[in-house]
C-alpha cells in the first residue's frame, strides 16, 4: 500500500483535530499551494485524485475515466436533492444519493445506506455495524456541517467500489488457501472453474469460514441445498467465457495456464452483474403474488398466500408475525383480513443475500427506477402538483402501461401534500413515496411510518425470537381452514362486498433532508479537500482490518457449519 505514512499521519490528524498540522507535514507540493490559494478548482480537483489514488496503491480501480462515469450517474439524484445553505448535502441526503447510486449501477445495497437507516437512524447508531457509513460520517462531521459536494461524493463513491472489489480478492485468496494453492500458481481450466465456483459458493452464502479440511463439502453443500445453484453456476460460467474472451491478448488469460489475477478479474465481474442477473428471480416472485392479487392493489391476501404455499408455491410460508413486524403485512386493507403487500414483501430483507460485510444483493426496488426519470425530469427537490402529474401520467411500470389518466383520488392526495409544503410537493419524503404506492402499488412499496416496524434477515428474527420465520405446513393449513370458514360467514351476509377497498392513507410527513436554499458566499474547497482525504486515509486503515478478518477466517475452525443459513434469500432456500 502507498503512502502508509500518509495514511496514519493524516487519519491520526484528523481524529484529534489536528488536520493544520498534518497538511503542513505531509504535502510540501500541491496541496500547500492550495492553501496559499494559486490552485484552480481544476487543479483541486485533480490533486484529491491523485492523493486517493496513492493512497489506494497501484491497483486502485479509481481512475479518472471511473470517476467520470461515477459523476455522471450521480449528478441526477444529486441535483434534485435539498441542500444546505452551503449548496452541499448533509448527512442522510448523502447516504440516500449513494444508496441510489450502488443500486443503479450493481444492485448492491451498501450497508448503512438503505433508505430505512436515512430515514429513521442516524450515522452514529449505525457506526458499530456499517463501516461505510462511519467513513461517511467522518466527511460529514469533520466538515464541520458543511456537508458533501457532488466532488466528494464522487470520490467517496470510487473508493466504496475499490473496496468492494478489494473485498472480493480478499474472498477469492481464501478459496485459494482452502484448496491449498498457491497465488502465484497457474491452473488450468478446469481448476479455474472450481475456483470460481467455489468463491461463488461463498458469494451467495455471505460464509467465509472455510479451510482446507471443509471447503469442498461446504460448496457441495450449497449444490445440494441451493434451488437456484444450477443457474448461477450458468451465469457464472458465461461471464467467465465472456471475460476470457476479451482477455485473448492477456498472457495472465494463456489458455490452461491462467494466473490469480485472471481469477480476481473474472470474480470481480460477476460480481458487477449478479446483482442485476440475480433480480429475475424477484420478478419471479412477483409475477406469482400478482396470479392471486386482490383487484389490482398490490395486496395479496394472507389467506391466499398461505392456500398458494399449499398448493405448491413453498415460497410463501413466512409467519403471520413475522411479515407484520416486517412491515409486510397491510392490516387495514380489508377489515379482518391481512394482505401482503407486494413490493413490502418483494424487497423485504428475506429477499436479500448476505454476500458481504460491506453490501447485500437485494432484489431491485422497482420504485427507485421510476424515481429516476421523475427527477430528472423536474430537475427540483420539489415540484407544483401539475408538474407531477404531468410527469407520472407519462411514466410507465412494469405492470402500468402510459399515457394513462390518473384518478381523482390521486390528485387529491398529490394537492393534499402540496397543502402540507406550502404549495409544493417535496420529491424526497414519506408522503410522496406513500403517493407512489398509491400510483405504482405493484412497484412501490409503502413507507410505514418510522419506528413503526422492525425490517430483520431471518436469522436476525432466529436470534432475537428463537424461531424460524416459517410457519409449519400443519399452521398455514389451519389458517386456510380458518379462513374458508370465515369466507362461508360473510358469503351469506347481505352487506359483503367484492369492490376493491381503498389503500390506506396515512398524513405523517417525513423528509430525508432539510430544505434550506440560502447559499453563503466563499465556502472553503481546503477544507472540503482535506478532510476527503482524511477520510479515504481512515476508510483505507479500516479496510485493513476487515482484510486480516478475511485471511483469519480462511485460516480459522474447522468445524462445518449450513452453507445456507436463514439469512439467505427466503425464496432460495
Known sequence: MAFPHFRILVFAAVTSGLFETALANAYRGNLRAVAMGKMSAEDLRATVLEEVLGALGNNTRVTDKRLTAIKEALEPTFSSMPKNEYGN?????????????????HAMYIRGLDAGSVVSMTTAEVLEEHIPTFVLSLFEERMKNHGL?????????????????DEAVSRLQVVYQGYEISQDARLNEFELQRMIHTYMAMFVTGQLNFDSTTVASAAQRVQDSYPGWKDTKKFVNQVTSEVMASK????????????????????EEIGERYGRWQNSECMDLKELLMN???????????????????????????KEDYLRETG????????????V???????????????????????????????GP??????????TTDRILDVVSNLASSTTPAPRKLSQDLRDRLEEIASHHQGTVPLHGRLFAQWLHHAYPRECPYPHEAGTKNPMTADQWLQEKKTTISSSKDEIRSYVEQ???????????????????????????????????KKPKGSSWVRKVAFCIAAVSGLIAIFHTVSDSFASLGRGSKQGSSLLPCVGKQHAC
Not at 376 to 382: I, K, V
Request: aromatic share 8%; charged share 20%; glycine share 4%.
Open 89 to 105: 448535502l448533509e448527512d442522510a441526503a448523502a447516504r440516500y444519493v449513494l444508496h441510489r447510486l450502488f443500486v443503479q449501477r
Open 374 to 383: 421523475i427527477e430528472q425530469q423536474l430537475g427540483a427537490h420539489e415540484a
Open 341 to 371: 403487500v407486494i413490493p413490502n414483501y418483494v424487497n423485504a430483507p428475506s429477499n436479500c443475500l448476505a454476500s458481504s460485510s460491506i453490501y447485500q444483493v437485494c432484489c431491485i426496488n422497482e420504485c427507485e427506477a421510476l424515481m
Open 149 to 165: 459536494g457532488l466532488h466528494e461524493m464522487t470520490v467517496l463513491a470510487a473508493t466504496l467500489e475499490h473496496l468492494i472489489h
Open 292 to 318: 392471486i392479487e386482490d383487484h389490482e392493489s398490490g395486496r395479496v391476501l394472507l389467506k391466499e398466500f398461505y392456500r398458494s404455499a399449499l398448493g405448491g408455491n413453498w415460497q410463501f410460508t413466512e
Open 248 to 267: 485473448v491478448s492477456d498472457p495472465d488469460f494463456t489458455p490452461g495456464n491462467f494466473s490469480f489475477r485472471a481469477a480476481t478479474q473474472i470474480v
Open 328 to 339: 409486510v403485512l397491510d392490516d387495514a386493507y380489508r377489515p379482518k383480513e391481512p394482505a
Open 483 to 517: 379462513a374458508e370458514t370465515a369466507e362461508g360467514s360473510e358469503s351469506a351476509t347481505p352487506t359483503a362486498t367484492a369492490e376493491a377497498p381503498k389503500l390506506p392513507w396515512s398524513s405523517a410527513e417525513e423528509l430525508i433532508a432539510r430544505h434550506v436554499h
